[in-house]
Structure formats: structure tokens, C-alpha cells
């Protein structure tokens, strides 16, 4: 990562990185395509979320699952993109897009829950490692039927996936998005410990992974 003490020429490229990635986080999918499908306001229905979960709440399946594309692609191109000019550019800028993800400037720092852009840059800055955190949601999704329980479960087990399977660097970046992503749970957690959460399928689940 950039010395702190650098010169302009060390670290600017580090700031742009920085700065294209949380610019490339913060396109709120799911709120423009549902704009630009007649849906209104995704963030007046359901959870008020921008994510791809949401988005199912208003009937329209490909909807939502372009959501998701969208979200996790957004996180991979940044990581992508930036992993052209070396590993630490990776790192920054696939950070830089999720918390774009959850705070976007355009709306007033209210984004989604940055499941789908989390495993995007995991997906792209260790493949292994995304795949296997995709795999644990999935278990978990299935044998429970929580959204939000096998998202926390996946972003739990992501910094021991990346310890084993990619580097310490990567292990940072892995815990510092699930620590956001938990934070950002915060309200599905409190149901899922009152046996209050929604299960997938039934009802209008208030637990978005996006």
C-alpha cells in the first residue's frame, strides 16, 4: 500500500484508484433499472433497499438477478481493472467499490447491504476464495432458507477462506467487508436471534443481500 509520506508522483495513482472505484460503487442498479422499468422507487417498497433482494419484491425475477450481475460486476471490474497496475491497486479499488456500494454518495450515503459487490471483488481479486463464499451461501440458503443468515455466514468465513487459499492482504480486505456487511445486518440480525426473520420464499423478507 502507498507511504503515507510519498511524494504526489507514489500516490496519486493510488488516490485515483481509490476514487474510480467508489465512483464505479456507488451506480445504484437496482434503483435505475427499476426507474427505467416503469417500477418506480425501489426504496419505497419492502426493506427500502437498493439491492438485488429488494428488487425480487416487485415481481420481476430477471430484474433482480441483472441486479445482482450488475452489483457483483461493478466489484470485479474495480478490482479488475485496477489489478492491471499491481496487487495493492486491486486491493484499494475493490474496497473503494463496495463501499461505494454502501454509501453512494448520489443518495445521500444510503446504499445496499454489499453482498453481491463483496463477492464480486472476492470473485476477482482471489477466485478460490469468492467461489468458495459462494458455495457457503448456497449451504447455507438452502438447508436454512435465511438470506441474510447465509450471507452472514459467507462473509464470516471469507478472511479464513482468504488466509488459506490467497495471502494476508487479501484476508484484510476480506474482514474489513465482512465487518461492514454484519453492521449492515445489523436489523436481520436482531430478527434471526427473535426468530422473527422471514425464510426465503415465504412472506416479504426484510433480509437483502444486496
Known amino acids: 500500500m502507498p507511504d503515507p509520506l510519498g511524494g504526489i508522483d507514489y500516490t496519486w495513482p493510488f488516490v485515483a484508484a481509490a476514487v474510480l472505484g467508489y465512483l464505479l460503487g456507488t451506480i445504484p442498479f437496482g434503483l435505475v433499472l427499476t426507474r427505467l422499468a416503469g417500477l418506480g422507487d425501489i426504496r419505497g417498497i419492502g426493506s427500502g433497499n437498493i439491492g ?10 430477471g430484474l433482480a438477478a441483472l441486479t445482482l450481475i450488475l452489483d457483483g460486476g ?10 492491471l497496475y499491481g496487487p495493492d491497486m486491486a486491493v484499494l479499488a475493490g474496497g473503494a467499490a463496495f463501499l461505494g456500494h454502501l454509501f453512494p454518495v448520489w443518495l445521500r450515503f444510503k446504499g ?19 467461489l468458495a463464499c459462494c458455495l457457503s451461501w448456497l449451504v447455507v440458503a438452502a438447508l436454512l432458507r435465511y438470506s441474510s443468515l447465509a450471507a452472514l455466514a459467507a462473509t464470516a468465513a471469507a478472511p479464513l477462506y482468504a488466509w ?19 453492521i449492515r445486518h445489523h436489523q436481520n440480525i436482531r430478527r434471526l436471534m427473535r426468530g422473527e426473520e422471514p425464510k426465503i420464499g415465504k412472506g416479504k423478507s426484510a433480509a437483502s443481500a444486496g
Open 112 to 130: 445496499g447491504k454489499g453482498m453481491a459487490t463483496f463477492l464480486g471483488v472476492m470473485l476477482a481479486i482471489a477466485w478460490p476464495v469468492g
Open 52 to 61: 438485488a433482494t429488494n428488487v425480487l419484491r416487485t415481481g420481476n425475477k
Open 164 to 182: 488459506w487459499l490467497a495471502d494476508w492482504q487479501r484476508m484484510e480486505l476480506a474482514a474489513f467487508m465482512a465487518v461492514l456487511i454484519f
Open 74 to 83: 461493478k466489484g470485479a471490474a474495480a478490482t479488475l481493472l485496477a489489478g
